[in-house]
């Protein structure tokens, strides 16, 4: 690529960033680092109504937690600064008036009550009102009105909006990296409104436009829901003269609900039980929405996982690091169509990174669950019971209820399992298994095994028989590792100490 790459994200603060914007950043990021390029992060605060506080922090948190690093924008700078839209106010008024001179776009005056009229005589006539060639000269706008007209409205402070003039039936052709060419008659299209004199404030479109504009963006990588705007947004780069300039454009796919139809939304999370964004969230009214973070997701599973939905390597693998993401990252690998989000393929990921992660990393992440369930241990001990149960978890929260008797000897045994080892001769071979155990020096795995196994044989004992009621004695349940995984962790002393205890304390079952 000769021009240098330079993209931005460029959310609004609404609300917590859904997952499906989450990816929209991180293809952003993977294409900028990809290309030797810079990731900006713009914020896109100039709808006033829908803002929402504490939302821009949770991008930022978001975007952090997810390791996509910003090298430009809030919280960054950069030679463009600010990159906060309604930090940029004074900017856009001067290229809204731009397009009416230039004979683009128009005042309109028009109030509410006039705009019903018009909309209640469409409907009479069975058709949908749309705010385009066919009313806009109808309406009191600088099209209709005399220039001193105008210019008394405005001196006077009546209200007005900049439209954009959208032209009649002309063939708007587009050309999207993802989707190809796209064509567009804008006779199906409306006259938007650019700015708005009543905030002071240009609407998404203008200021969206001159800010890529002034910040050079060369790629806009965003959800196909801003497609619609394209003809627009082309429209705008040539009223500016800026064509030569102007981005290239990719719409990514929308991710779809784990059923297939439809966008993926908050309430298919909360029907189903999975999050639908990265963080836990809290609204300024106090509603909550759970977060990948919170529920015990590692946030490169989480990347991983998003990065593959939309976009595919064109081989089999599917664990990829975040340098391998961005070594093979392509936009002519992301799909034209939606992608279906599986929440049990997100566990999926979970579990393999889980599956990779060594002692020392399980420790760090384990030890704050042992104290919270009152252990005190270190962190070899802590890495290696992780370390030998994380197979069979898929979250660290899942790992106290599998490794838990590694540190706690068990006072109350499992039902299911009493009734069926503690009886018979079970309880007397048991204290024969303690003798054996306490005459082993090496209580390594492999000498216990050796001894016991040995032992067990000689005596013509049933194997499963006596196993059984020793994870009973020791794990008091049917669950976990190998035997001797369990008998070498806790060393001899405990062992002995969990045999006395239950040959004490529980009662055969007759
Ligand atoms: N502010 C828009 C959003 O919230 C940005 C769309 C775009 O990238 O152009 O997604």
């Known amino acids: ?98 397009l009416v001179e230039a004979g683009w776009a128009y005042y309109a005056f028009d109030t509410a009550e006039e705009l019903d009229v018009l909309r209640k ?72 409104v650019l700015y708005k004199s009543a905030d002071a404030l240009p609407t998404y479109h203008l200021a969206n436009i001159v800010d890529d504009h002034l910040m050079e963006i060369s790629h806009v990588i965003r959800g196909e829901e801003w497609l619609p705007s394209l003809p627009l947004h082309y429209l705008l780069y040539r009223a500016f003269g800026w064509q030569d300039s102007q981005p290239q454009f990719a719409h990514l796919p929308l991710l779809l609900k784990p059923t297939g139809g439809g966008k993926l939304s908050k309430r298919d999370g909360d029907k189903m039980g999975f999050p639908v964004f990265p963080l836990f969230w ?3 009214t106090g509603e909550t929405a759970h977060g990948y973070r919170e529920d015990g997701y590692f946030a490169e ?15 089999e693998q599917e664990i990829f690091s975040m340098q391998e993401l961005i070594d093979n990252f392509s936009l002519d690998r992301v799909s034209k169509s939606g992608a279906r989000f599986q929440p049990d393929k997100a566990k999926w990921f979970n579990a393999q990174y889980m599956h990779h992660k060594s002692d020392a990393e399980l420790a760090e992440l384990f030890q704050p ?46 039902e299911k399992q009493m ?11 048991l204290k024969e298994v303690r003798e054996v155990l306490a005459s082993i020096d090496d209580f390594s795995k492999e000498n216990t095994e050796e001894v016991v196994g040995a032992w067990i044989k000689e005596k013509e004992y049933g194997m499963g028989q006596i196993m059984n009621t020793l994870r009973l004695a020791l794990v008091g349940a049917g669950k976990g590792p190998g035997m001797y995984d369990v ?10 100490k969990r045999i006395d205890y239950i040959l004490e304390n529980l009662k055969p079952v007759e």
Request: charged share 30%.
């Open 282 to 284: 809290t609204s300024p």
């Open 121 to 192: 005589e469409a409907e009479a006539a069975g058709q949908t009102f749309a705010y385009n060639y066919t009313v806009r000269e109808k309406l009191p706008t600088s099209l209709s009105l005399s220039k001193e007209e105008v210019e008394e409205r405005i001196a006077r402070g009546d209200i007005w909006v900049v439209r954009f003039k959208m032209p009649e039936n002309e063939v708007v052709e587009m050309d999207d990296l993802i989707r190809g060419n796209v064509k567009v008659n804008t006779s199906t299209l409306d006259d938007k």
């Open 301 to 315: 599973a989480f990347v991983n996982m998003l990065a593959l939905l939309g976009w595919n390597p064109g081989t």
């Open 487 to 496: 008998t070498a962790f806790i060393g001899k002393e405990e062992c002995l």
């Open 1 to 98: 690529m000769s021009q240098e790459v330079r993209v931005r994200f460029a959310p609004s603060p609404t609300g917590p960033l859904h997952m499906g914007g989450v990816r929209t950043a991180l293809y952003n990021y993977l294409f900028a680092r990809r290309h030797g390029g810079k990731m900006i992060l713009r914020i896109e605060d100039t709808d006033s109504q829908r803002f929402v506080p504490g939302a821009e922090e949770y991008i930022i948190e978001s975007l952090k937690w997810c390791g996509i690093e910003i090298d430009e924008g809030v919280g960054v700078g950069g030679p463009h600064a600010p990159y906060r839209q309604s930090e940029r106010k004074e900017i856009y008024l001067k290229y809204a008036k731009q």
């Open 369 to 414: 669950i042992l104290r919270e369930n009152g252990v005190e241990t270190s962190d070899e001990l802590a890495g290696k019971a992780a370390g030998i149960m994380k197979e069979r978890a898929t979250f660290i929260g899942d790992l106290w209820d599998l490794t838990s008797y590694f540190f706690v000897a068990p006072t109350s045994y499992e």
């Open 419 to 429: 009734k069926k080892y503690w009886k018979g001769e079970n309880p007397a071979r």
